[in-house]
């Protein structure tokens, strides 16, 4: 982490679970042992349904809600879908996109995340952006150029004065999920080639500022280790979000760095 320079974020992704009364219990509990006169700033992402019942339960706790994904028009014929203007309507601030699930079982391909991007920005929201290799490219020693593919298509046609809202996640896909972290070192070194990349399209200034989390299998355990490298700014948890003393003590170790 870099906190002269950027922002510490700490985001959960819930994914497909919790119901409204288990979030309820949630709120209850990590209302208690969240801490307090935090650096970072704290996310938890929940699925659609529940996102105005968690604007309301997580706010004295200082969380602030994020989407899972969103659509990238802005109205129109798309049954089943959500647009990042609803979103915002109902208190989201973050939405996580192109996530290795929804690029999995989606179809979620480069070109729709860059839209989703735009969409996203246009509505004043802020994108977390996966990106990640899987194991088989991290075996060809192919991960930076993935990496920096995904990260540019993602990009194109974002101007500079949006960037300063866009969080990239680095989640190499053997790590989700898996109980397998990247070491500290992979994914410092991963998380600096991302911030080179931008800082090519981009430039020095913007690059420093913009928060890039690492996610996968982070824990209670290696949450400290991930964070102390500089260009590691936070997290995208998965399991580890669902229990609120495993997620708080995520957040006190980006709080100690
Ligand atoms: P995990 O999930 O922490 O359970 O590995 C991370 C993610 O999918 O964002």
Not at 36 to 62: M, Q, Y
Not at 93 to 112: A, P, W
Not at 151 to 168: C, E
């Amino acid at each position: 982490m870099n906190r002269r320079y950027r922002k510490t974020i700490i985001a959960g992704n819930w994914k497909m679970n919790k119901t409204l009364s288990e979030m309820k219990a949630y709120a209850e509990e990590i209302h208690s042992i969240m801490p307090k006169g935090k650096w970072c700033e704290t996310v938890l992402c929940v699925p659609f349904v529940n996102i105005p019942s968690a604007v309301r339960l997580f706010k004295d706790c200082h969380i602030s809600v994020g989407a899972q994904n969103c659509h990238y028009e802005k109205s129109g014929a798309y049954t089943g879908e959500v647009t990042a203007e609803m979103l915002k309507e109902v208190g989201v601030k973050y939405v996580i996109l192109g996530h290795s699930e929804r690029r999995q079982y989606y179809n979620e391909t480069d070109f729709t995340v860059n839209k989703k991007v735009h969409a996203v920005l246009e509505a004043g929201l802020q994108p977390i952006i996966c990106v990640g290799e899987s194991l088989e490219q991290r075996e060809a020693a192919t991960t930076m150029e993935i990496i920096t593919y995904q990260v540019k298509a993602a990009l194109a046609g974002v101007p500079s004065d949006k960037m300063r809202r866009v969080i990239i996640a680095y989640e190499p896909l053997w790590a989700i999920g898996t109980g397998r972290t990247a070491t500290a070192e992979q994914a410092g070194e991963v998380c600096e080639g991302i911030r080179a990349v931008i800082r090519k399209l981009y430039g020095a200034r913007i690059a420093r500022a913009v928060t890039i989390q690492y996610g996968g299998s982070m824990n209670a355990k290696n949450a400290h280790e991930l964070l102390a490298q500089p260009d590691v700014d936070g997290g995208l948890i998965g399991g580890a979000a669902l229990k609120p003393a495993d997620f708080t003590a995520i957040v006190q170790a980006a709080n100690q760095e």
